[in-house]
């Protein structure tokens, strides 16, 4: 009879035992972090310098990444013009209590960099095609570095050329712990990237 007590006793610690260990390991595991942001708004500014009219373009993707598609506006910038890029994100999937995604990333601005890319011909500073294919390509940055001295890209300067057509593509990547003087494009996990129609008149 003791020798059935004891192995009660012994099955009963051992299965508190296992209890408690699976408890605590739930408990241990930390939540995911660096997941990507939830965006459903953005606002491109451009503000031309010397005065004028800002020309703003939107994005909204109102279901966030359900089965409605985004709506965009084009974006329709005047010839050989020089303007300044601000850019406003937001998450507004519930729209009471909209998250403003642009301070998120402020705060945050050394894990995140934009990259742009647009069709050839479209400006005269900088030129080229941008740089989300070749990071080196001459994008002109004009918001403060990030506090490892790398650009972040929610203000950026751009002079167009003569009368044109074409696409400007705006990317936010994520990069936690991987963003440096090199990391381009395909690195990290995309935010947004979006495609826009534009033209230059």
């Known amino acids: 009879m003791k020798k059935i007590l ?23 595991v930390p939540p995911e972090e660096n997941e990507e942001e939830a965006i459903t708004n953005v606002i491109l500014t451009f503000s031309p ?44 999937l519930d729209p009471t209590d909209p998250e403003d995604i ?16 647009w069709t050839d011909g479209l400006f005269s ?33 751009w002079t167009t050329g003569d009368a044109a057509t074409g696409e400007f593509r705006v990317v936010l990547k994520h990069q936690p712990d991987i963003k440096s003087a090199t990391s381009g494009a395909t690195d990290g996990e995309s935010d947004i990237d979006i495609r826009w129609d534009i033209e230059i008149q």
Not at 62 to 90: F, H, K, Q, R, W
Not at 102 to 117: A, R, V
Not at 137 to 150: F, H, I, M, S, T
Request: aromatic share 10%; charged share 30%.
């Open 102 to 117: 642009t301070e998120e990333i402020e705060e945050e601005d050394d894990e995140h960099m934009f990259f742009f890319g």
């Open 49 to 92: 310098q010397g005065g004028g009219s800002d020309v703003t373009a939107t994005w909204v993707d109102a279901d966030g990444e359900g089965a409605g598609d985004p709506v965009l506006t084009d974006i329709e910038l005047a010839v050989n013009t020089t303007y300044t890029l601000s850019m406003v994100l937001t998450n507004a």
């Open 125 to 157: 500073d900088p030129a080229g095609d941008g740089n989300v294919d070749t990071r080196s390509d001459a994008v002109n940055y004009e918001d403060p570095l990030d506090e490892n001295g790398y650009p972040v890209g929610l203000e950026t300067e």
């Open 6 to 28: 004891f192995a009660a006793e012994r099955l009963l610690i051992a299965l508190l035992f296992l209890f408690t260990f699976v408890a605590c390991d739930d408990d241990d």
